[in-house]
């Protein structure tokens, strides 16, 4: 499914009315956690952000396991696995998956994004290993980088069970996107000896730049989003002195180098027409196709930031159909 939003001052979707609530109450919360000195009230943040502890009995056909890569900088993966491919022998897909919050906020085992990614493992079915990386603005970029980087070099020497690393794809929402376009862009050039990526997928990317885009002028109040927030974000995790045209933000602007000659794999990018980040998401997609690499763009026009994540909207269903489409038929 693909189009055109219809976004503009004021525009609204139809959302139920719980959840409209349920996002007034996170933007409320989040815009009292983020500080006017730059730093983040962690401690606010940490009564809504519930946590999901790690299961081995399976709980909607999935157990989940925490496993640790460098415990100086809390460096860790859950593992989720789908109960009926482990049990009948198989080895799925993996899909390594980095988690959103605009590099401030949430962690692997948030409760939003342990039932994210257990739907993922048991729908899709995939071997789902959701990275627990550093966060701004206490660790800047390329800490979230370097974190998603050696999670793919540790898993290349420590194959998680029931898994092909043969069939291997990155993949990330919102800020997690960046991140994984930028390891996967990384790990373009490094030599595994085991896993092999297949496929990228960022899922409405978090990206950006000086310039305003018209998306950003005009979807106003959207859920989860804002221009205002982005900007806060952009500065708590790029490097000290950094405007929004560094290449970690702004992938195709005037500080940019040439892309061209790295090789990325296939591209699957989803995109909502009430997502303020919208216009740059597009300037992603546009910009990797005239540097070469094979990209296929989804657009939902009346998805918000995050509708993945709720499963009663219709538009996370036909996101969940795409996404395994991607790993299993390309």
Not at 110 to 132: E, M
Not at 274 to 296: A, I, R, S, T, V
Request: charged share 25%.
């Amino acid at each position: 499914m693909s189009g055109t939003a219809c976004g503009s001052a004021g525009a609204s979707p139809d959302l139920p009315w719980m959840l409209r609530l349920s996002f007034t109450i996170t933007n409320t919360i989040i815009d009292a956690c983020l500080r006017r000195d730059g730093t983040v009230n962690r401690r606010l943040f940490s009564f809504v952000d519930l946590k999901s502890p790690p299961s081995a009995k399976p709980a909607n056909g999935v157990t989940t396991s925490d496993t640790t890569v460098d415990p100086s900088r809390n460096l860790w993966f859950r593992l989720f696995l789908p109960t009926e491919s482990a049990n009948a022998g198989e080895n799925v897909p993996v899909v390594v998956y980095f988690h959103g919050g605009g590099f401030v906020f949430l962690t692997a085992d948030s409760k939003p994004f342990d039932d994210f990614c257990r739907r993922l493992s048991r729908d899709l079915p995939a071997a789902v290993v959701s990275v627990n990386y550093r966060l701004a603005p206490e660790h800047r970029c390329p800490s979230q980088y370097d974190d998603g980087f050696d999670v793919l070099k540790f898993i290349d020497e420590n194959p998680p069970p029931n898994s092909d690393l043969s069939r291997c794809f990155i993949a990330g929402d919102s800020a997690g996107g960046n991140i994984a376009h930028h390891v996967a862009a990384r790990a373009s050039k490094f030599k595994f000896r085991n896993l092999k990526i297949r496929g990228l997928i960022p899922i409405q990317p978090y990206f950006g730049g000086e310039e305003r885009t018209a998306s950003e002028i005009q979807v106003v109040g959207a859920p989860i989003v804002s221009v205002e927030r982005a900007d806060w974000c952009w500065k708590a995790f790029l490097p000290e002195g950094s405007d929004r045209d560094h290449p970690a933000a702004n992938l195709f602007g005037p500080k940019s180098g040439d892309m061209s000659g790295l090789k990325i794999p296939k591209c699957l990018v989803f995109i909502g027409g009430f997502d303020p980040l919208k216009d740059w998401q597009k300037k992603y997609c546009e910009g990797m196709k005239k540097n070469g690499k094979k990209l296929k763009m989804i657009e939902y026009p009346k998805a918000i930031h995050s509708f993945y994540m709720v499963p009663e909207l219709p538009e996370s269903r036909l996101f969940i159909n795409e996404f395994r489409n991607f790993i299993y038929f390309g």
